[in-house]
Every structure is written in C-alpha cells, then in structure tokens.
C-alpha cells in the first residue's frame, strides 16, 4: 500500500449557490484538488479571478502556504452562532450544493496565523470528504488525478 497523499479529486471551476467576501456579493471562481494523508485532508485552491475573497486578500498581502485550518460540523448553524457570539467575525461564507453546503471562514489570521473555516457536512460535502478518505486509503499510486464536476 502506498503511503502520503493522493489521489487528488480535482474540480476545474466550483460552482457555488452564493458567495459574500465580507459581506458583500462575490463571483468567485476558483479550482480546487482535494486530497488526503490518513485524517488529514489538503486542499488547494486556485482564484481563477480577481474577485474579492479571502484568498486574494491572503495573497495581495504576499502570503504563501497554509491559509486556512478547517472544522467540519454536521451542526452548523450552531458552530457558526457560536463564534460570532465570542466575537469572531465572517471574512467570507458561501454555500456549495445547497443549505447544507454552508462554510464560513472566520477572520483569526491576527490572532492564530490562519484563518479558521467552518464547513456544514451534513449535506453533500460529507459523503464527499469521505469518499476522498476511503480513496487515499486504499491508494495504489494509480489515477492520481480524478476530475470532479
């Protein structure tokens, strides 16, 4: 069995249901390539546009790296509650396949280094996430790149 990460589930552009950067209405475009080691699950986004967002802002400031460490809930609207109460504010959220599709990225790049995400997988993310885990698993090093739509 082959150890480290991959494959790689690659989705060209994602399509959002909506996208607010602070607060305001956003056309994002971007690419991604999902991929896991274990538990751990890597993503890699790519902007595909200058459209306000957190990772144009992240890179516009000269950054490089690790953005971004994300939480996933099957409770969101909890989780997300929350962290406003403690003061966190919402630097972008959005929703992907639907209501229960939600993510927020928390604006904690002062305190922590990394932004903090919040992602609803009690929808059609989490049997997502999870056939990326199975994949990594029970990887031969074969097919190391899947497109997805």
């Given at each position: ?146 497109r997805r739509r």
């Amino acid at each position: 069995m082959r150890r480290g990460v991959g494959p790689w589930f690659y989705v060209d552009r994602v399509q959002t249901d909506y996208f607010l950067c602070r607060g305001v209405e956003s056309e994002l475009e971007v690419s991604v390539a999902v991929a896991n080691s274990g538990e751990l699950q890597l993503e890699l986004i790519q902007p595909r546009n200058d459209a306000s967002s957190a990772f144009t802002e992240f890179l516009d400031a000269g950054h490089d790296g690790a953005q971004r460490v994300a939480y996933w809930t099957e409770d969101f609207q909890r989780l997300y509650d929350n962290a406003l109460s403690l003061g966190y504010t919402v630097t972008q959220e959005g929703s992907i396949g639907g209501e229960h599709g939600r993510f927020a990225y928390l604006d904690t790049e002062h305190d922590h280094g990394t932004a903090i995400e919040i992602c609803d997988i009690s929808g059609p993310t989490g049997p997502f996430f999870s056939d990326i885990r199975d994949a990594a698993a029970n990887w031969d090093g074969t097919d190391p790149i899947r497109r997805r739509r």
